[in-house]
Each structure stands twice: as structure tokens, then as C-alpha cells.
């Protein structure tokens, strides 16, 4: 069935992990009857959470796509990880959905993850929801969560649902407090009963709260509420709809999954509350022109996730504008390249049904596109226009990765290679300097899911450890020292004999100079001495790591007309080199960086004490927009390795932080020392 632009809703599931979110999603599923019986997480049998590592884990790692079909209207679910390493899908989901729905635990109430859907929802100016889910657990508290949410985000906040609890405080049911009706579940099935006397003094409060709410989304409405008249259900639902899309209003609904408790009420709340594309959010192209939802236009459509699997890529996308049919030819605006539609699908999970076409405000997945990834722009040839693309956080968490067998590099490469195309919130880069090929992302649990998939995948096991830091080795004075080289060996020798100044350079680069006299060293061998030289730099006399600010005068020296050649020259000079460096005060050089930390206010005497311990020195501090502590310091980027775990620790996951390279500095001697022991540990282990 194809259902019309205002018959879609598009909605996103966000929150803490573990709160709740894919059982919803199955809920909303097996009671529209799109399944047949409910998936159980613990079963490992979950539309949503379909990987091999998903059952195993038993979290979310990817972004589910599905639909329900309910009341003659389609409403795509999408269904984001809860653990902050896969925020990447988040970002994907947000992209695309009109609306968030953010699921918090009965007996979890505020948590971390719930505090950062609601800003990446504010971010992306999106109305939404609170579920609060699992009502029926043992020290569930709907009450408390309730208020906890109207402390913290205000009035604004506002009851749609009350549970109903029999005298051992167990909830039994729940009331409709926009259609004044009260229900249970019976057999999977909800049953309309009456609403208890002994909450009736507690509903009028609710009442009134949703009424003070509807009142204020219209003149009229509050004309009439200050008339004293009761808001029909149609008036109720209006000013509802009006307070939601324009974020002045965020309903808030429980129940519980597991019994299909509460699900119906919310899924009609979705279809009479949340924009359709056509009312949902505004679409400004890269150009800075308006992409309107509209059916009849010229088709605008957005790559928001891709799965790479045995059997080809999968392209996940969202019409903004006109349509997708199969056999149409559409550009890349990124690549200028045509782009053939071939079949196209509706995916319930890893489930895909084909269809004809996706229309305006849809969601559908097309396979084999040739030159196509994530965020993406696919349009009319006519008509190229890019829509504005998807930003992912960069990674922060880097580890070395290497074949536990050797010789699999390149399968590691190749592997990530392909996951790469899934995930772009991860980078693998070869170190040529610590000859190590590291790989970051978001934290640790990520980086362990890419080991796995690489394994079960592509038939590759791999080990992590510590990714190297890349120091520097200079000297601090300067001293005159002779290389010589003679080897004599029948027939012509080999005879090199230079005289060379070493001091400290102004330029990272080696800077070779030459002021001999007399011809002691002719001309034509200049090059081979400065070659010889510029091989010695690479590693330094202290640790092996590349020597810097170096500057070389060759002086004099001798030659031998016959023997002299440019290798001897070359020898002579790194003879040179490792004679005389470490008489020039050779010191270890660790790279520092510019750390930026945004947290609350809260953290901050743990985040500037444990910045202490790292050798720190905090720059400044100040308050961003989000009412956030940023402080900012310059940190010895070898003290940073762990630093996204252990900052996620701190802060109980709240804060977030930015590195860049900032400048080499000399270390101190006790550091200096551990770098070097631990480079003669390698030397010898290799």
C-alpha cells in the first residue's frame, strides 16, 4: 500500500542504552500486526537488533529501520543505539526523522543518555516525546520521573498518560488524560475499564495541567479556557499538535513493552501529534534554497545510512522532494555522477519487501548504487541540488590494530575498507613513523565491535594495544666532530673524511649548509653528504625517533683522488652524525596539544585535577551556549591515550572533548627516561 505525504510520520527512538527503546520499537510492531509474535532482546529475536553482535551483546549498535501501518497511516520507526560509542547512528536517525521520541526507564528517571537526545533533538530543532518505559518493575516510579522532568525542562512538559496502581502499588492500567479514558491488557489485548474514584482528585490536577497547556497555543483556546468551557477532544489534540510542532510542548507517555501496555495510546499520539514531512522540518539545500516536501517536485532524496553485507551495499534514503521509482537515473551532487535506481525496498530490519517507488516524506533503501555513501545527495539531473549532509563527531579514542597472524594486513585494510562504507564515524590510518596502523573512534566498546566484525566478517582476528606517540629528538648545543671513513679492499678503496658542525636549527627540517675552503671537499660530493645526513635524521640517538631542528655545516675534510667516491662521502657523514650527536646534548621532544573539555559546571575540580596529574596547563575557561563548562588547556598528547574513557567515567558520560597537534616541547627527564626505556624494550622485543 502507498500512503500519501500526510498519512507519514517519520519518528526517531532515542535514549539511555537499555531503557527500553527496541522493545517499543517490537511492541509498536507486533501490535499493528507487521510481526507476528514479540521479539524478546534476552531471545535474540528482534526486528531491530538483527547483527551477530547485537544478539550477542545484547544492546543496539546500528540504526533499525521499520515501519508500522496504523490507522491508515505509516509511521517509520527508527530505532538509535543507547550506548554513547554508536552516537553516529543517532546522527543518522536524526537526519531524516520529523520527530524524536526519548525513552527513559520508570525506575532510571534523568539519565545521561536522556539529557543528550534531548540536546541532539534541540539541535536539530525537533519536537518530541518522553516514554517512560517499564512501569510495571519493581521500584518503578512514572510520579517521580515525571517531576523530575518538569523540574528540568519546565512546564512545558506535559502528562498524556496516568498509570492506575491496585493497593500494592503494582500498575494495573493506565488513563487516556486526552480522551478521558482508562484501560488494561488483557490477553495482549487493551480493554477499556472504568476509571477509579480514589484518582479523581489527582486527575483533576492532571486535567488541569493539559488544559493550561493547550491554552497556550492559541488566543482562542485561551479565550476559551478563561471562559471556564471544557476543551472538546478535537480542540484538545489541535493545541496539542500546534504546542508540539512548534517545541512548546513535550508530551510525555509510559507503559510497558513487554505487556503492550501504553504502546496503542502512543502510536495514536504519533499519528494525531507529530508533523508529517509536509509540517515536519524545513530542508535548506548547501545553496541556502528551500528543498519543499513536495510530492509533484523534482526528486531530492538523502543517503542517511549504508549497510555493506556479502551480497552488496545497501543505501538507505528519504525523499525530500518528488519521488524514487526503480529504473529512474538520478546525480550524486557530490561526485556529479548519474546514479541508475534499480530495485528499491521497504526494509522492516534486515527484512526488505520491493516496491515501485518511495514517495515524498518516505523512507526506503535501494541496493547497488555504484558511487554513493552516507549523506549523500541523489536528485533529478535537471534539477542537481545537495541537501545539507550529516555531521559526525570526529573519533577521540585511538588504539594500534595488527593482525594476530602476520602477513593480514592488507586483509585488515580491505576489512575496514568495507566497514568504513557502514560507519563513518571510525578512521584507520598507517603510522609510517611508529610503523603501526591505528584505528580510532568513538571509545572502546566501538572499536571492540570493528575486532568482532572483522573476525565473523572477513575471517581476520586482530589485536589492540596502545597506539605509539610519535616524539621528536633535537639537540641543545652545538659541537665540531669528524667522520672518516677508509676501507681498503684490493683495488680501489673507499675513502670519505668530513669535519662537520652540528647545532640546534630554527627549522624542524635539517638545514645543511658548507663552508669549506681550499677545496678539502670538492663540490660534486656536497649531495651525498647532505643525503647521508638527511638518512641519519630519521632516527634520532637517544629513543630512534626522527631527529629535529637540526643544523649541519660541513667544514672541512679530506679526499682521496682515486678511492673517494659518493657513498664514502654518505658513510662518512653518518659516521659523523652518530659520533657527534650525543655529545650535542640530544633531548626527547613529546608532541602537546590543545584540549578543549566542554562538561558541567559540576566536574570541573575533577576534570582540572585530573588534568593536573596529566601534566596539564590549563588556558582559560568560559561558558558555551548550553550553559556548559569549556575549559581549555595545552596537554602532553602522550597522557591523553585513555583520556575519552576516562573522561566519560568522570563525568558519568556529560562531557565531551576536542585534541589537536599543537607543537613539540621538550619532555621532562624523568619522562624523557620512560621513553626511553620503553623504546629500548621495543628494540629488543623486535
Given amino acids: 500500500?502507498?500512503?500519501?505525504?500526510?498519512?507519514?510520520?517519520?519518528?526517531?527512538?532515542?535514549?539511555?542504552g537499555s531503557n527500553g527503546k527496541t522493545s517499543l520499537a517490537e511492541s509498536m510492531l507486533f501490535l499493528t500486526g507487521q510481526t507476528d509474535r514479540l521479539g524478546r532482546i534476552v531471545d535474540g529475536n528482534t526486528v531491530g537488533?538483527?547483527?551477530?553482535?547485537?544478539?550477542?551483546?545484547?544492546?543496539?549498535?546500528?540504526?533499525?529501520?521499520?515501519?508500522?501501518?496504523?490507522?491508515?497511516?505509516?509511521?517509520?520507526?527508527?530505532?538509535?543505539?543507547?550506548?554513547?560509542?554508536?552516537?553516529?547512528?543517532?546522527?543518522?536517525?536524526?537526519?531524516?526523522?520529523?520527530?524524536?521520541?526519548?525513552v527513559c526507564g520508570a525506575k532510571d528517571g534523568i539519565t545521561v543518555g536522556l539529557e543528550k537526545a534531548w540536546k541532539y533533538l534541540e539541535k536539530q530543532k525537533l519536537p518530541r516525546a518522553i516514554y517512560v518505559s517499564k512501569i510495571d518493575e519493581e521500584n518503578g516510579n512514572y510520579e517521580a520521573v515525571y517531576s523530575a522532568l518538569r523540574d528540568k525542562y519546565g512546564t512545558s512538559v506535559c502528562p498524556m498518560i496516568a498509570p492506575i496502581k491496585n493497593a500494592a502499588g503494582k500498575v494495573e492500567g493506565l488513563i487516556d488524560l486526552i480522551n478521558r479514558k482508562a484501560f488494561t491488557v488483557e490477553g495482549g489485548k487493551t480493554k477499556e475499564i472504568?476509571?477509579?474514584?480514589?484518582?479523581?482528585?489527582?486527575?483533576?490536577?492532571?486535567?488541569?495541567?493539559?488544559?493550561?497547556?493547550?491554552a497556550e497555543t492559541s488566543e482562542e483556546l485561551m479565550e476559551k479556557y478563561f471562559s471556564g468551557e471544557q476543551f472538546t477532544?478535537?480542540?484538545?489534540?489541535?493545541?496539542?499538535?500546534?504546542?508540539?510542532?512548534?517545541?512548546?510542548?513535550?508530551?510525555?507517555?509510559?507503559?510497558?513493552?513487554?505487556?503492550?501496555?501504553?504502546?496503542?495510546?502512543?502510536?495514536?499520539?504519533?499519528?494525531?501529534?507529530?508533523?508529517?514531512?509536509?509540517?515536519?522540518?524545513?530542508?535548506?539545500?548547501?545553496?541556502?534554497?528551500?528543498?519543499?516536501?513536495?510530492?509533484?517536485?523534482?526528486?531530492?532524496?538523502?543517503?542517511?545510512?549504508?549497510?555493506?553485507?556479502?551480497?552488496?551495499?545497501?543505501?538507505?534514503?528519504?525523499?525530500?522532494?518528488?519521488?524514487?521509482?526503480?529504473?529512474?537515473?538520478?546525480?550524486?551532487?557530490?561526485?556529479?555522477?548519474?546514479?541508475?535506481?534499480?530495485?528499491?525496498?521497504?526494509?522492516?530490519?534486515?527484512?526488505?519487501?520491493?516496491?515501485?517507488?518511495?514517495?515524498?516524506?518516505?523512507?526506503?533503501?535501494?541496493?547497488?548504487?555504484?558511487?554513493?555513501?552516507?549523506?549523500?545527495?541523489?536528485?533529478?539531473?535537471?534539477?542537481?541540488?545537495?541537501?545539507?549532509?550529516i555531521e559526525f563527531a570526529p573519533p577521540c579514542y585511538s588504539m594500534a590494530i595488527a593482525p594476530k597472524t602476520k602477513g593480514q594486513e592488507e586483509k585488515i585494510a580491505s576489512g575496514l575498507a568495507r566497514l568504513g562504507e557502514e560507519d563513518q564515524t571510525f578512521s584507520v590510518f598507517n603510522n609510517a613513523e611508529t610503523k603501526q596502523m591505528v584505528l580510532s573512534?568513538?571509545?572502546d566498546i566501538q572499536l571492540d565491535v570493528l575486532c568482532s566484525k572483522l573476525k565473523d566478517k572477513f575471517g581476520v582476528e586482530v589485536v589492540?594495544?596502545?597506539?605509539?606517540?610519535?616524539?621528536?629528538?633535537?639537540?641543545?648545543k652545538k659541537v665540531q666532530v669528524r667522520g672518516r671513513h677508509k676501507k681498503q679492499?684490493?683495488?680501489?678503496?673507499?675513502?670519505?673524511?668530513?669535519?662537520?658542525?652540528?647545532?640546534?636549527?630554527?627549522?624542524?627540517?635539517?638545514?645543511?649548509?658548507?663552508?669549506?675552503?681550499?677545496g678539502s671537499v670538492p663540490k660534486n660530493f656536497f649531495p651525498a653528504v647532505e643525503k647521508g645526513l638527511r638518512d641519519s635524521i630519521q632516527k634520532g640517538v637517544l629513543a630512534g625517533y626522527p631527529m629535529v631542528f637540526l643544523k649541519a655545516t660541513l667544514v672541512d675534510g679530506s679526499y682521496h683522488p682515486v678511492d673517494s667516491s659518493e657513498m664514502a662521502f654518505k658513510t662518512a657523514a653518518?659516521?659523523?652524525?652518530?659520533?657527534?650527536?650525543?655529545?650535542?646534548?640530544?633531548?626527547?621532544?613529546?608532541?602537546?596539544?590543545?584540549?578543549?573539555?566542554?562538561?558541567?559546571?559540576?566536574?570541573?575540580?575533577d576534570i582540572m585535577s585530573d588534568l593536573s596529574k596529566r601534566r596539564g596547563s590549563p588556558m582559560g575557561m568560559s561558558l558555551d551556549a548550553d550553559g556548559m563548562q569549556v575549559i581549555e588547556a595545552e596537554v602532553p598528547m602522550g597522557e591523553m591515550s585513555s583520556y575519552a574513557i576516562d573522561l566519560r567515567s568522570m563525568t558519568q558520560g556529560r562531557g565531551s572533548f576536542t585534541i589537536r597537534f599543537e607543537r613539540y616541547e621538550e619532555a621532562p627527564a624523568v619522562v624523557q627516561a620512560k621513553i626511553i626505556e620503553e623504546a629500548k624494550a621495543l628494540n629488543e622485543a623486535e
Avoid: W
Fill in 1 to 16: 500500500m502507498t500512503y500519501a505525504t500526510d498519512k507519514i510520520r517519520n519518528i526517531a527512538l532515542l535514549g539511555h
Fill in 49 to 102: 537488533d538483527s547483527e551477530a553482535e547485537e544478539i550477542k551483546r545484547q544492546i543496539s549498535i546500528s540504526l533499525a529501520t521499520m515501519y508500522s501501518e496504523y490507522r491508515d497511516c505509516k509511521i517509520n520507526i527508527l530505532d538509535t543505539p543507547g550506548f554513547f560509542d554508536f552516537a553516529g547512528e543517532v546522527a543518522e536517525a536524526l537526519r531524516v526523522a520529523d520527530a524524536g521520541i526519548i
Fill in 194 to 214: 472504568p476509571i477509579p474514584d480514589s484518582m479523581k482528585s489527582e486527575l483533576e490536577t492532571l486535567y488541569t495541567a493539559v488544559n493550561e497547556s493547550v
Fill in 233 to 389: 477532544v478535537d480542540e484538545v489534540i489541535t493545541g496539542l499538535k500546534v504546542g508540539v510542532k512548534d517545541r512548546t510542548l513535550y508530551p510525555v507517555f509510559c507503559g510497558c513493552a513487554l505487556t503492550g501496555l501504553g504502546t496503542l495510546p502512543l502510536l495514536d499520539a504519533v499519528i494525531n501529534l507529530f508533523p508529517s514531512p509536509l509540517d515536519g522540518r524545513k530542508e535548506i539545500s548547501s545553496e541556502d534554497t528551500v528543498i519543499a516536501a513536495d510530492p509533484n517536485g523534482s526528486t531530492v532524496a538523502i543517503v542517511y545510512k549504508t549497510v555493506s553485507d556479502q551480497y552488496g551495499k545497501f543505501s538507505y534514503f528519504k525523499v525530500l522532494s518528488g519521488k524514487v521509482a526503480a529504473d529512474m537515473s538520478l546525480i550524486n551532487s557530490r561526485t556529479g555522477s548519474q546514479e541508475k535506481i534499480g530495485h528499491i525496498f521497504k526494509m522492516q530490519g534486515k527484512k526488505s519487501v520491493e516496491i515501485k517507488e518511495v514517495i515524498c516524506g518516505d523512507i526506503g533503501a535501494v541496493s547497488k548504487l555504484s558511487d554513493t555513501k552516507t549523506a549523500d545527495t541523489l536528485a533529478d539531473p535537471k534539477k542537481p541540488v545537495t541537501a545539507q549532509g
Fill in 441 to 443: 573512534g568513538a571509545g
Fill in 464 to 476: 589492540l594495544s596502545p597506539a605509539r606517540v610519535a616524539y621528536r629528538e633535537k639537540i641543545r
Fill in 489 to 518: 679492499s684490493g683495488g680501489h678503496g673507499q675513502f670519505g673524511d668530513v669535519v662537520i658542525d652540528f647545532e640546534p636549527g630554527e627549522e624542524e627540517d635539517l638545514i645543511f649548509a658548507e663552508n669549506v675552503f681550499g
Fill in 574 to 605: 653518518q659516521l659523523a652524525y652518530k659520533d657527534g650527536i650525543p655529545q650535542a646534548n640530544p633531548v626527547i621532544l613529546e608532541p602537546i596539544g590543545y584540549l578543549t573539555v566542554s562538561i558541567p559546571d559540576t566536574y570541573t575540580g
